[in-house]
């Protein structure tokens, strides 16, 4: 462990609290769908995530400012910040204080 050029990226987020392994796949898959409104059961055929935990994060994701939740619908899509989060741009500060 250490040597790994994705060993800063994956101690950078899980020195975030609130942050959990499987969001940068569910943020990474959110951005395929080219920015169309994307449901945690479509997710869900994809990922090895239950679609519970796929809603789950997606809302924390979303509370957090990398995804855009849909005003009526358990939806999501991709905003700048999911962009900036999946090329590392965005440091653990910049994510905890998305929360407010």
Not at 54 to 79: F, V
């Amino acid at each position: 462990m250490g040597d790994s050029p994705n060993d800063a990226d994956d101690e950078m987020h899980h020195s975030v609290d609130w942050m959990r392994p499987s969001d940068r796949p569910i943020v990474k898959k959110i951005v395929e769908y080219g920015g169309d409104w994307v449901k945690a059961p479509t997710l869900a055929l994809n990922l090895p995530y239950t679609r519970r935990h796929i809603s789950n994060r997606c809302r924390e994701l979303a509370d957090h400012g990398l995804l855009e939740k849909h005003p009526d619908k358990a939806a999501y899509r991709p905003i700048e910040q999911s962009y900036k989060f999946l090329r590392d741009e965005l440091n653990a500060d910049e994510l905890e204080d998305e929360e407010d």
